[in-house]
């Protein structure tokens, strides 16, 4: 597995978190498109938000990132600072 998280911080961040929010059904078809995907979550920051995108390999990982920004690109009004990506090998996951 792989995992990819996206920080958004700075100017305009929390507004776009607020935006993105809003339309979060958009938000899981856009996500729900990768294939491979196991898991997302989008957390609200003091600042902003931090998504945390899960998917069985790499290559989901780096497809959702390009989903991700198309999503914001072609929904969302507000500009912000682009993301702070993270990405890894995913080497302990469970849920309960």
Request: with cysteine; charged share 15%.
């Amino acid at each position: 597995m792989h995992t990819v998280i996206r920080q958004y911080s700075g100017e305009g961040a929390s507004e776009l978190t607020d935006q993105i929010f809003s339309q979060a059904k958009g938000v899981e078809a856009a996500i729900r498109s990768v294939p491979g995907v196991i898991s997302y979550a989008l957390v609200r920051t003091s600042g902003g938000c931090i998504s945390i995108t899960i998917c069985e390999d790499e290559v989901g990982s780096n497809r959702s990132v390009k989903v991700a920004a198309e999503f914001i690109n072609n929904n969302c009004t507000v500009t912000a600072n682009p993301p702070v990506v993270s990405e890894g090998e995913t080497i302990i996951h469970f849920t309960t």
